[in-house]
């Protein structure tokens, strides 16, 4: 949620950031005039309650036509009163429901567009060249099929669409990925977590994922419970409602969870194989830092996501996410994204988002410096997404016998293996 005091001192910057997320600039205005009828309603009702309170002193000595005028005018106060009272109540109230359905403030330096006007920041690794190798590369689905490590067809006939089952080595390579991917963090300092998969919606709401992400969430009406499509949510909500002193952050956690999502709106987009599912699991980073630290901390996370890609030695590109694909509660966001040679592009693997101080002020986190109590800033990365991330490890490691060269990093949970070998039908 944005500083509403920011908001009236500084309109013009809320509406180039809701313009260049392509989301309604009327917004701002709505959201300035409920305010304004909130701080006109309160002093109205600061005003009639000044003057309840000074006849309520005169009454007691007044006599005759003089108290009975002064008890007409107490009774016409008291209406007033009480009019003034729900008018502001009812002011505030939609002054922060509109409030609410502001996006965050876009940092000045994001590119702006749609999803394909991103910043390449930087390319790391370079992909191979199978042709050269004399072989055509298989896709991720062919290759885990032949390792008896992906099973889609008995995931669709239990669960549907976009359900996989992970068998024999795929099971233990989801194992070694968040194992390896906790053991770096944990040597990082961030304390690992394991995180709760269904939430309030306070928490849902308060991360700002029930806004444009809504279509995306699993809600369970009976128990008005929400299945998370990331432990952002979760480790956003566990400090929620609480002041933390600051001499306690940064505060820095990685939290593995499953993952839902209904992937509403992808229809016909990736629908082989496991890049696009409705559950997955994943290691997720997330910080609570002081506001002005929260630019460098937003490099560090991105700097934690480079390192364990470089460890898995896949090749990939850094990008600055362009306006109009930040989430709401982003005010800038990095993606990760790793070669998948046989689509010959390069897809997200990670991304890291400085939501600044938008969650806190939804969840009521603060931060005390002193006598000073204000908002602090939250942040997230993916560390490890399972999926996604043996995806781009079968294409990109894969040899011409259809095995799969497995990097050092994960060889310790794996037994030792330097290759994950096809099954023998």
Known sequence: MIDLRLL???PDRA????????EDVGLVDAVLSADERRRSSSVRFDELRSEQKQLGKLIPKAEGEEKAELLRRTGELASAVKAADAEKDEAAAETQRLLRQLSNLVHPDVPVGGEEDFTVLE??????DFAAEGFEPKDHLELGQKLGAIDVERGAKVSGSRFYFLTGVGALLELALVNAAVAQATEAGLTPMLTPALVKPQAMEGTGFLGQAAQDVYHLDKDDLYLVGTSEVPLAGYHMDEIIEADRLPMRYAAFSPCFRREAGSYGKDTRGIFR?????????FSYVAPEDS???????????????????????????????????????????AWIPTQGKYRELTSTSDCTEFQSRRLSIRMR?????????????????????????????????????VPPVLRPYLGGREALEPVAK
């Open 123 to 128: 390319t790391l690794g370079t992909p191979r």
């Open 8 to 10: 009236r001192e500084d």
């Open 295 to 337: 630019q460098e901390e937003h490099r560090r996370l991105l700097q934690w996501e480079k390192q364990w890609l470089s460890s898995l030695e896949l090749p990939f590109q850094v990008i600055d996410v362009a306006t109009g694909d930040l989430g709401s509660s982003a005010a800038r966001k990095f993606d990760c994204e």
């Open 369 to 405: 410096d002193g006598k000073n109590v204000k908002p602090l800033a939250t942040l997230n990365g993916t560390l490890c997404a399972v999926p996604r991330t043996i995806v781009a490890l079968l294409e990109n490691h894969q040899q011409e016998d259809g095995s799969v060269w």
């Open 277 to 285: 599912v409705h559950q997955f699991d994943k290691v997720e980073m």
């Open 15 to 22: 509406r180039a950031s809701q313009r260049a997320r392509g």
